[in-house]
């Protein structure tokens, strides 16, 4: 296992047995409370962080995406894993050197996912992506930080207007046999999909994006190893934000502030 930094360890041994959450911070704050209600392990969230910046979901450039995790790792004991969308390249040579980049930034962890931002044609072809995935982790075995990084790859077929289940196995399957540690298929929501991608990849670990009915327990039982939750914790907290703000800029009224959390509770939890 690392020599380095313990979390790397760590975060591969929650991989190996039952099943853990990893929720999904946009800033220092939000980790270290994630932290304090004893989540094992984080991960950063790309939509989160560019929302905070004022910007959609992928506007964020490459350096602001590496400060981000060096922030967020230094800002926690646990292991982070880096939401590093599509690698900010679309050639396998060029993503395994900011996949080297990024591996070098504290995480524990990072994802490669297979979209390529054009609405047309969302998904890289099958063979380019798996290319990908192979450069991701020929990038990670060569780092001279940590070759034990925890590499995920991503399908994103269900969440970007390619539901199609049978590819989707196909492309997560390839993905594991070219070196990914975890398989994550945002979007598959029934236990029928579930049940379908941990059976196809076993015994990978398969990560589950959580959506409002699903359980902790009910995931556990059909074979998930990990559970993020994306931006919706980000999206949360901007939902009580816009509650608030609107009540005051359309009814002149602020009874929205009376349901805030207190500021005297949020300074002891910041309270070193």
Not at 53 to 72: K, N, T
Not at 97 to 102: F, K, L, T
Not at 159 to 168: F, K, Q, S
Not at 200 to 218: E, H, I, R, Y
Request: contains cysteine.
């Amino acid at each position: 296992m690392s020599t380095h930094d313990p979390r790397v360890a760590e975060f591969r041994r929650l991989h190996e047995s039952g099943c853990f959450v990893i929720p999904n911070p946009w800033d220092r704050g939000s980790a270290a409370l994630l932290v304090q209600l004893g989540f094992r392990a984080l991960a950063t969230t790309s939509a989160g962080l560019a929302w905070s910046h004022g910007r959609a979901d992928g506007g964020v450039g490459l350096e602001e995406a590496l400060d981000h995790f060096r922030e967020i790792a230094g800002a926690v004991t646990v292991p982070v894993n880096a939401d590093f969308e599509g690698g900010f390249a679309a050639e396998p040579e060029r993503v395994g050197e900011n996949v080297a980049r990024a591996a070098a930034t504290g995480v524990a962890g990072l994802s490669i996912e297979d979209s390529t931002g054009d609405a047309a044609e969302p998904l890289y072809p099958f063979s380019l992506a798996v290319e990908r995935v192979r450069a991701a982790r020929a990038a990670i075995d060569a780092s001279a930080e940590d070759p034990e990084v925890l590499l995920t790859a991503r399908s994103e077929g269900f969440i970007r207007g390619r539901p199609d289940l049978a590819e989707t196995i196909r492309r997560l399957t390839a993905f594991a046999e070219a070196g990914a540690d975890c398989v994550y298929a945002p979007g598959i929501a029934s236990r029928d999909q579930i049940e379908a991608v941990v059976s196809a990849v076993s015994p990978k670990p398969v990560n589950v994006l959580a959506f409002d009915s699903m359980t902790v327990a009910g995931l556990a039982g059909l074979g998930v190893r990990r559970i993020s939750v994306g931006g919706s914790l980000a999206r949360a907290a901007w939902t009580g934000f816009f509650g608030a703000a609107r009540e005051i800029a359309e009814q002149g009224t602020f009874t929205s502030l009376g349901r805030a959390v207190s500021g005297s509770e949020l300074n002891a939890k910041f309270r070193s």
